[in-house]
């Protein structure tokens, strides 16, 4: 078992390295400088240690999951765990502590409801009034359970996505967003073709000085997800907020992870706290 951590999260990783050691494995912790972005790769050396273990477990500041050396690492038959932004308290309370089997079922029934549609509509009180292409998407589920070769899961776990063909709309981000933690005001984002034109906002400013030095591919809608973890909360980190039951999130830049062609070098979800979803125009029920 390799345990993947930076500078700012020793003590979580320690944690997790000592009770390895306490069930046996022949665990290993490496130490990076934290990422300055979400999806931003790993030292190489890091890399190549990922392809080379049974189970990767990543509790860093930034997030890996959206990075080549997680998907190499899966590809090469290695379980991965990323867990970006997790705090101490994250650990005993929150979307951690919720049940694994009621986050597995209703992932997989919201997922059901999703099979088949062609066109997924997303609307808010708030403004929110945008439509994805999904006919050839793949759907894939984050339940938190990875017991087979190759699988990745995020911890805590518990959203049901995937990277849409096309989109088109506007999407008024009330939650947090990637690189912002909790939200103040809303950030309204239009978008065409499947790209964000413009962006709105108080801390519209900050979103585009992450992605605009990254060029256009940064500004690719890469992902639309709901989450279904019933014990997590809107805190601050994506990593936990994306997993609230009842809200839907997209994602800035890289997709190419998740069964897209978009590489980016960076992710940033952004949350909606509570949209509508109509899957051919027929609501789901989120909760």
């Known amino acids: 078992m390799l345990i993947v951590t930076d500078t700012l999260r020793i003590k979580i990783a320690k944690s997790l390295y000592d009770t390895a050691r306490e069930m ?11 990422r ?72 997989r029934r919201l997922a059901e409801t999703f099979k088949g549609a ?28 990875c017991q087979q070769q190759g699988c990745s899961t995020n ?28 939200l103040k005001h809303p950030i309204k984002i239009r978008v065409e073709e499947g ?9 519209a400013k900050e979103v585009l000085k992450i992605i605009n030095p990254l060029g256009d ?13 019933p014990r997590a909360r809107i805190i601050g980190v994506v990593l936990e907020d994306e997993k609230v039951r009842g809200t839907a999130h997209i994602a800035l830049g890289d997709n190419s992870t998740i069964g897209g062609h978009v590489v980016a070098g960076v992710h940033l979800d952004a949350i909606i706290r509570k949209p509508r979803v109509f899957a051919d125009g027929h609501e789901i029920d989120l909760v």
């Open 24 to 34: 046996d494995c022949d665990a290993i912790m490496m130490t990076m400088p934290p």
């Open 195 to 203: 790209r964000a034109v413009d962006v709105q906002g108080d801390r």
């Open 155 to 182: 911890l805590p776990a518990g959203e049901v996505y995937t990277a849409p063909e096309n989109c088109k709309g506007t999407v008024v981000i009330d939650g947090s967003m990637g690189g912002l933690k909790l």
């Open 217 to 229: 591919e940064a500004r690719n809608i890469a992902e639309l997800g709901i989450g279904t973890n």
């Open 36 to 107: 300055s972005r979400h999806g931003e790769e790993p030292p190489r050396a890091v890399a190549e240690a990922m392809r080379n273990v049974d189970v990767v477990i990543a509790p860093t500041t930034m997030s890996l999951t959206h990075t080549s050396a997680r998907k190499q690492a899966n590809d090469a038959g290695v379980r991965t765990a990323s867990m970006p932004g997790v705090t101490e308290q994250m650990m005993i309370e929150g979307g951690l502590t919720a049940n694994p089997r009621e986050v597995v079922e209703h992932t």
């Open 118 to 145: 062609s066109e997924i509509r997303l609307v808010s009180d708030l403004g929110t009034d945008i439509s994805f292409e999904v006919d050839a998407s793949k759907w894939n589920l984050d339940v938190g359970c």
